[in-house]
């Protein structure tokens, strides 16, 4: 089968991302083939670990441009040299701006840790518990210029006790993340055209 040239941007440990790896490494049947890994933060301990797989991992650290579309066209020249055609943010924080969006709408997902639409944006844990929630969780959806608003993938969702703490939230939904961001990827990609190639300069 063809599998579909992926990249995962990150800013941190990413155990997204070593799940997403693990995954497309050990399964030939997987739909995508990880093949490039960028961090915003040099020293994102992600970088260390995609390597150590075998992937090409590069650091483009915002602090040294001028503007986020600098940042984001040198961003675009890796994409484009690696011959990506998806991209997939786990823990990647920055925000882009909608040109970039816009270049690979429909092409690029992320994994967010509440139940959306419900909590766009930080501190989703601590937000859930003073709001007295039931059920909390996490959800993969289609990256859109607006912030977590995409079309919703998949979610996975998980039980706030009383006790709990946004710390102990946390751990319960990292503990279901990575199963449903491989589940979601793999959903995301079945009726996945890559682009032309004639046309990728033009992303």
């Not at 590069?58 to 890796?78: L, N, P």
């Not at 998806?86 to 970039?100: E, K, N, S, W, Y």
């Not at 503990?175 to 079945?190: D, G, P, S």
Request: charged residues 25%.
């Amino acid at each position: 089968m063809t599998r579909t040239r992926t990249a995962i941007l990150i800013s941190g440990g990413g155990s997204n991302m070593e799940a997403l790896i693990k995954a497309s490494q050990s399964d030939p049947d997987y739909p995508a083939e990880i093949v490039l890994v960028i961090s915003n933060r040099p020293k994102a301990a992600g970088l260390t670990k995609a390597a150590s797989l075998g992937i090409p991992a590069v650091a483009i650290d915002h602090k040294d441009y001028d503007s986020r579309e600098d940042f984001e066209a040198e961003m675009q020249r890796q994409l484009i040299s690696h011959n990506v055609d998806f991209i997939c943010c786990a823990g990647f924080m920055r925000v882009l701006t909608g040109q970039f969006v816009s270049n690979w709408a429909g092409r690029m997902i992320n994994i967010h840790p509440s139940l959306l639409p419900k909590y766009k944006g930080l501190n989703t844990h601590a937000r859930a518990i003073a709001a007295r929630e039931p059920w909390h969780g996490a959800s993969v959806h289609y990256v859109t210029a607006d912030l977590d608003s995409g079309s919703v993938i998949t979610q996975i969702r998980v039980k706030v006790d009383d006790d709990d703490t946004p710390e102990s939230l946390s751990q319960k939904v990292r503990a279901q993340e990575h199963n449903l961001y491989i589940r979601a990827l793999k959903f995301a990609l079945l009726d996945f055209t890559p682009r032309d190639p004639s046309t990728s300069d033009k992303r």
